[in-house]
Protein backbone atom coordinates (compact mmCIF):
# COMPACT_ATOMS: atom_id res chain seq x y z
CA UNK A 1 0.00 0.00 0.00
CA UNK A 2 1.30 3.18 -1.25
CA UNK A 3 1.62 6.37 1.12
CA UNK A 4 2.32 9.66 -0.13
CA UNK A 5 3.96 12.41 2.16
CA UNK A 6 3.51 15.95 0.27
CA UNK A 7 4.81 15.44 -3.54
CA UNK A 8 6.31 12.23 -2.33
CA UNK A 9 5.10 8.69 -2.28
CA UNK A 10 6.31 5.47 -0.79
CA UNK A 11 5.15 2.23 -0.85
CA UNK A 12 3.38 -0.13 -3.32
CA UNK A 13 1.07 1.11 -6.26
CA UNK A 14 -0.64 -1.21 -8.67
CA UNK A 15 2.24 -2.12 -10.90
CA UNK A 16 4.99 0.47 -9.69
CA UNK A 17 6.95 0.21 -6.66
CA UNK A 18 7.50 3.80 -4.96
CA UNK A 19 10.54 5.09 -2.57
CA UNK A 20 11.84 7.58 -1.35
CA UNK A 21 15.91 7.90 0.08
CA UNK A 22 17.43 11.50 1.45
CA UNK A 23 14.23 13.32 -0.57
CA UNK A 24 14.61 11.74 -3.68
CA UNK A 25 11.73 9.74 -5.25
CA UNK A 26 12.50 6.46 -6.72
CA UNK A 27 9.89 4.59 -8.57
CA UNK A 28 10.36 1.16 -11.08
CA UNK A 29 8.37 -1.69 -12.09
CA UNK A 30 7.09 -4.03 -9.35
CA UNK A 31 8.15 -7.57 -9.98
CA UNK A 32 6.36 -10.69 -8.85
CA UNK A 33 7.54 -12.54 -5.99
CA UNK A 34 10.40 -15.51 -6.27
CA UNK A 35 9.83 -14.45 -10.06
CA UNK A 36 13.10 -12.29 -11.61
CA UNK A 37 11.47 -12.52 -14.86
CA UNK A 38 8.99 -9.90 -15.79
CA UNK A 39 5.38 -10.68 -16.23
CA UNK A 40 3.31 -9.41 -18.65
CA UNK A 41 1.98 -6.56 -15.99
CA UNK A 42 5.45 -5.48 -14.62
CA UNK A 43 6.59 -5.22 -18.50
CA UNK A 44 3.59 -3.14 -19.05
CA UNK A 45 4.51 -0.77 -15.60
CA UNK A 46 8.01 -0.61 -17.18
CA UNK A 47 6.48 0.31 -20.45
CA UNK A 48 4.50 2.96 -18.81
CA UNK A 49 7.01 4.00 -16.42
CA UNK A 50 9.30 4.56 -19.62
CA UNK A 51 6.65 6.78 -21.34
CA UNK A 52 5.58 8.49 -18.38
CA UNK A 53 9.71 9.80 -18.01
CA UNK A 54 9.98 10.52 -21.94
CA UNK A 55 7.13 12.70 -21.27
CA UNK A 56 7.99 14.43 -18.02
CA UNK A 57 11.50 15.26 -20.27
CA UNK A 58 9.44 17.33 -22.54
CA UNK A 59 7.44 19.54 -19.77
CA UNK A 60 10.93 20.13 -18.46
CA UNK A 61 11.94 21.27 -21.89
CA UNK A 62 9.32 22.97 -22.77
CA UNK A 63 9.85 25.29 -19.28
CA UNK A 64 14.27 25.44 -19.54
CA UNK A 65 13.82 28.69 -18.89
CA UNK A 66 11.78 28.59 -16.25
CA UNK A 67 13.83 25.71 -14.29
CA UNK A 68 17.57 27.63 -15.10
CA UNK A 69 19.07 24.38 -15.75
CA UNK A 70 17.41 23.10 -12.16
CA UNK A 71 15.85 19.33 -13.15
CA UNK A 72 18.04 17.02 -10.72
CA UNK A 73 17.06 13.40 -10.57
CA UNK A 74 14.61 13.96 -7.45
CA UNK A 75 12.21 16.16 -9.89
CA UNK A 76 12.42 14.25 -12.92
CA UNK A 77 11.34 10.99 -10.96
CA UNK A 78 8.85 12.86 -9.02
CA UNK A 79 7.60 13.96 -12.31
CA UNK A 80 7.80 10.71 -14.09
CA UNK A 81 5.93 9.06 -10.86
CA UNK A 82 3.15 11.13 -11.29
CA UNK A 83 3.22 10.83 -14.87
CA UNK A 84 3.14 6.94 -14.88
CA UNK A 85 0.14 6.93 -12.47
CA UNK A 86 -2.02 9.25 -14.83
CA UNK A 87 -1.20 7.46 -18.12
CA UNK A 88 -1.57 3.88 -16.50
CA UNK A 89 -4.94 5.13 -15.73
CA UNK A 90 -5.67 6.29 -18.80
CA UNK A 91 -4.64 3.19 -20.49
CA UNK A 92 -6.76 0.49 -21.83
CA UNK A 93 -5.35 -2.86 -20.78
CA UNK A 94 -6.48 -4.69 -24.52
CA UNK A 95 -6.39 -1.96 -26.54
CA UNK A 96 -3.31 -0.22 -25.06
CA UNK A 97 -5.04 2.63 -26.39
CA UNK A 98 -5.21 6.19 -23.79
CA UNK A 99 -8.51 7.81 -23.48
CA UNK A 100 -7.91 10.95 -22.38
CA UNK A 101 -10.44 13.76 -21.76
CA UNK A 102 -10.24 17.26 -20.00
CA UNK A 103 -8.73 16.66 -16.80
CA UNK A 104 -6.98 13.51 -17.11
CA UNK A 105 -3.84 15.23 -16.36
CA UNK A 106 -5.29 16.98 -13.05
CA UNK A 107 -2.98 14.87 -10.86
CA UNK A 108 -0.10 17.65 -11.66
CA UNK A 109 -2.32 19.67 -10.02
CA UNK A 110 -0.45 21.11 -7.66
CA UNK A 111 3.29 19.65 -8.45
CA UNK A 112 6.01 21.40 -6.74
CA UNK A 113 9.01 21.58 -9.05
CA UNK A 114 11.17 22.83 -6.19
CA UNK A 115 10.24 20.85 -2.75
CA UNK A 116 12.30 22.53 -0.34
CA UNK A 117 11.48 26.16 -1.71
CA UNK A 118 7.54 25.52 -2.67
CA UNK A 119 5.66 28.04 -4.27
CA UNK A 120 2.57 27.53 -1.75
CA UNK A 121 4.76 28.45 1.43
CA UNK A 122 5.68 32.01 -0.83
CA UNK A 123 2.74 32.69 -2.12
CA UNK A 124 -0.21 32.98 0.28
CA UNK A 125 -3.35 33.38 -2.55
CA UNK A 126 -3.28 30.67 -5.25
CA UNK A 127 -4.34 31.79 -8.89
CA UNK A 128 -7.61 31.01 -10.48
CA UNK A 129 -7.03 29.36 -13.89
CA UNK A 130 -10.05 28.88 -15.76
CA UNK A 131 -10.41 27.29 -19.76
CA UNK A 132 -13.06 28.62 -21.67
CA UNK A 133 -13.49 28.85 -25.68
CA UNK A 134 -9.46 28.26 -26.21
CA UNK A 135 -8.71 30.81 -23.78
CA UNK A 136 -6.76 30.18 -20.38
CA UNK A 137 -7.09 32.86 -17.92
CA UNK A 138 -4.92 33.13 -14.69
CA UNK A 139 -6.59 35.54 -12.12
CA UNK A 140 -4.04 36.24 -9.21
CA UNK A 141 -6.02 37.72 -6.65
CA UNK A 142 -4.89 41.01 -4.46
CA UNK A 143 -1.82 39.85 -2.54
CA UNK A 144 -0.80 41.53 0.20
CA UNK A 145 2.96 42.37 0.89
CA UNK A 146 5.27 40.64 3.18
CA UNK A 147 2.07 38.21 4.37
CA UNK A 148 1.07 36.83 1.34
CA UNK A 149 4.29 37.63 -0.83
CA UNK A 150 7.46 36.33 1.52
CA UNK A 151 10.73 37.18 0.25
CA UNK A 152 13.88 35.70 0.70
CA UNK A 153 17.03 37.26 2.40
CA UNK A 154 18.26 40.04 -0.02
CA UNK A 155 14.87 39.76 -2.60
CA UNK A 156 13.75 43.22 -3.27
CA UNK A 157 12.00 42.37 -6.55
CA UNK A 158 9.79 39.36 -7.42
CA UNK A 159 8.72 38.65 -11.06
CA UNK A 160 5.91 36.29 -10.89
CA UNK A 161 6.08 34.04 -13.95
CA UNK A 162 3.08 32.27 -15.86
CA UNK A 163 3.60 29.93 -18.47
CA UNK A 164 1.68 27.75 -20.59
CA UNK A 165 2.80 24.52 -22.43
CA UNK A 166 1.22 22.95 -25.37
CA UNK A 167 1.55 19.24 -25.93
CA UNK A 168 -0.39 17.13 -28.80
CA UNK A 169 -0.15 13.59 -27.16
CA UNK A 170 -1.89 12.11 -30.27
CA UNK A 171 0.24 13.56 -32.62
CA UNK A 172 3.53 13.18 -30.89
CA UNK A 173 3.96 17.14 -31.29
CA UNK A 174 4.92 19.82 -28.39
CA UNK A 175 6.16 23.55 -28.60
CA UNK A 176 9.64 23.75 -27.74
CA UNK A 177 9.36 26.36 -25.35
CA UNK A 178 5.97 27.35 -23.22
CA UNK A 179 4.39 30.62 -23.84
CA UNK A 180 5.36 33.27 -20.22
CA UNK A 181 3.98 36.49 -19.17
CA UNK A 182 4.99 38.39 -16.32
CA UNK A 183 4.02 40.19 -13.28
CA UNK A 184 6.56 42.77 -11.01
CA UNK A 185 6.03 43.36 -7.47
CA UNK A 186 8.82 44.27 -4.55
CA UNK A 187 8.57 44.59 -1.21
CA UNK A 188 8.23 48.08 -0.87
CA UNK A 189 4.76 47.50 -1.68
CA UNK A 190 1.96 47.15 0.49
CA UNK A 191 -0.32 45.14 -1.78
CA UNK A 192 -0.88 43.97 -5.49
CA UNK A 193 -3.29 44.92 -7.52
CA UNK A 194 -5.24 41.81 -8.63
CA UNK A 195 -4.13 40.65 -12.27
CA UNK A 196 -4.98 38.29 -15.26
CA UNK A 197 -2.70 36.34 -17.73
CA UNK A 198 -4.41 35.47 -20.56
CA UNK A 199 -3.43 32.69 -23.32
CA UNK A 200 -4.58 31.57 -26.71
CA UNK A 201 -4.75 27.79 -26.86
CA UNK A 202 -5.58 25.20 -29.57
CA UNK A 203 -7.53 22.10 -29.50
CA UNK A 204 -6.95 19.17 -28.74
CA UNK A 205 -3.62 20.14 -26.86
CA UNK A 206 -2.73 19.06 -23.07
CA UNK A 207 -2.34 22.38 -21.70
CA UNK A 208 -0.04 22.80 -18.43
CA UNK A 209 -0.53 26.09 -16.74
CA UNK A 210 2.72 26.47 -14.54
CA UNK A 211 4.33 29.41 -12.04
CA UNK A 212 7.46 30.58 -11.40
CA UNK A 213 9.10 33.09 -8.40
CA UNK A 214 11.47 34.70 -9.67
CA UNK A 215 13.28 36.55 -6.95
CA UNK A 216 16.07 39.72 -7.52
CA UNK A 217 17.96 41.45 -5.57
CA UNK A 218 19.01 44.99 -6.27
CA UNK A 219 22.64 45.59 -7.79
CA UNK A 220 24.22 49.01 -8.96
CA UNK A 221 21.62 50.65 -11.46
CA UNK A 222 20.00 47.80 -11.87
CA UNK A 223 18.19 44.45 -10.67
CA UNK A 224 20.36 40.62 -9.93
CA UNK A 225 18.74 37.02 -10.25
CA UNK A 226 19.27 35.40 -6.57
CA UNK A 227 17.61 32.34 -7.57
CA UNK A 228 19.58 28.89 -7.35
CA UNK A 229 20.09 25.56 -7.88
CA UNK A 230 18.64 25.12 -4.39
CA UNK A 231 15.94 27.94 -4.70
CA UNK A 232 13.89 28.26 -7.37
CA UNK A 233 10.60 28.12 -6.67
CA UNK A 234 7.65 26.73 -9.16
CA UNK A 235 4.50 24.81 -9.60
CA UNK A 236 2.28 23.45 -11.97
CA UNK A 237 -0.93 25.37 -11.25
CA UNK A 238 -3.49 23.63 -13.76
CA UNK A 239 -3.57 21.24 -16.38
CA UNK A 240 -6.14 20.94 -19.29
CA UNK A 241 -6.79 18.85 -22.49
CA UNK A 242 -8.51 20.90 -24.91
CA UNK A 243 -11.30 19.79 -26.93
CA UNK A 244 -11.54 18.66 -30.47
CA UNK A 245 -9.11 17.71 -33.06
CA UNK A 246 -5.70 20.14 -33.66
CA UNK A 247 -6.06 21.74 -37.09
CA UNK A 248 -3.36 23.70 -39.04
CA UNK A 249 -3.12 27.57 -39.40
CA UNK A 250 -1.41 28.62 -36.62
CA UNK A 251 2.23 29.66 -36.35
CA UNK A 252 3.28 27.44 -34.04
CA UNK A 253 6.61 25.44 -34.24
CA UNK A 254 6.53 22.12 -33.16
CA UNK A 255 9.10 19.62 -32.36
CA UNK A 256 8.70 15.89 -32.41
CA UNK A 257 8.29 13.29 -29.15
CA UNK A 258 6.71 9.98 -28.45
CA UNK A 259 3.00 9.34 -29.47
CA UNK A 260 0.28 8.52 -26.93
CA UNK A 261 -2.39 7.01 -29.52
Not at 91 to 112: C, H, V
Not at 145 to 164: A, E, L, T
Request: hydrophobic share 35%; aromatic share 10%.
Amino acid sequence: MARKNGDLISGVLGPLVFRVMNGVQYVKPRCAPGKMKQTLETKRAANTFGMGSALGSKIRGTLKVQLQGVSNQGIKNRLSGRLAQILGSCRAPKSKRYNFDRDSFAGLDDFEFDARSTVAKLLGRPPVVVLAANKIKVQLPQLFIPSQVKFPYKGFQCKVNVSVSLLRLRDGLYKADANTQTMVCNKNMKKTDAHEFEFSVPNGCLCIVSLFLVYETAEGQGFKPINSKSFNPGCICKTFITEGDYYTGDEIFWKEMKKFP
